[in-house]
């Protein structure tokens, strides 16, 4: 039993020992690495905010930070002798963005189809939504999961960008309106096939591109019914 004690009790000294040695060394060099290199300078600049704290401090903010960041899915954060931290997380890349018409903020979308990132400015294609469109009770928040429409209209995006030019997508009387050169618009549904639809507008499109520019006219390609119709 005397045993017992005294092994407990050198537990608590080294301990007490090892947490004041802890909180009398100031962090003077933080390292951050995601997946694939450095931190973004967004949340570089966030972790490097504490150092010249104590390890202690130092690792309790920062764990709190990165917690309550949407673009970051997970993360470790350890001390490193002398006086380091080293903090190694996981970042979410953004998909597609969304936009409403005339806010300057884009809403950065993950692969779970969620809100992660308010953002000035994007390098992703962006979804442009009319407030005045009929899913205008949705409100972007950080974590929040896009309405089906929303959703199906970035997958439109995604898909027309791989192999078709646009000058932008946005919602359009319940569905969605590209924009294909200066002559040629194209309107989607809210739902449906997206292989029928993106191949059917690849053949329209390897079509109208066999008529000399100087003699085409402006065109809609409607794909909201059974049949495509152009008008």
Do not use: W
Not at 77 to 96: G, R, S, W
């Amino acid at each position: 039993m005397k045993k017992s004690i005294l092994i407990l009790f050198l537990i608590v000294v080294f301990a007490s020992v090892v947490f004041l040695i802890l909180k009398k060394t100031k962090i003077k060099n933080i390292e951050c690495k995601n997946q694939s290199s450095n931190c973004s300078n967004l949340i570089y600049e966030k972790v490097n905010h504490y150092k010249g704290l104590d390890v202690v401090s130092s690792k309790r903010l920062i764990e709190r930070t990165l917690s309550g960041l949407g673009q970051v899915s997970k993360f470790s954060v350890q001390f490193m002798f002398p006086d380091k931290i080293y903090v190694n997380l996981t970042e979410k890349n953004a998909v597609f963005a969304i936009n409403y018409i005339k806010s300057k903020s884009f809403a950065l979308i993950d692969n779970d189809h969620r809100v992660f990132l308010f953002s000035d400015s994007v390098s992703v294609p962006v979804l442009y939504i009319d407030s005045s469109d009929y899913f205008q009770g949705f409100k972007p928040n950080i974590d929040t999961r896009l309405p089906d429409e929303i959703i199906f209209g970035g997958e439109i995006l995604l898909d027309m960008n791989k192999n078709i030019k646009i000058n932008y997508l946005k919602t359009f009387d319940g569905g969605f309106e590209a924009q294909i050169d200066s002559d040629i618009k194209v309107l989607f549904p809210s739902d449906g096939d997206r292989n029928y639809l993106i191949g059917a507008l690849a053949l329209i499109l390897s079509r109208l591109n066999n008529i000399e520019q100087k003699t085409r006219i402006e065109t809609v390609i409607d794909l909201r019914f059974k049949n495509p119709v152009l008008r």
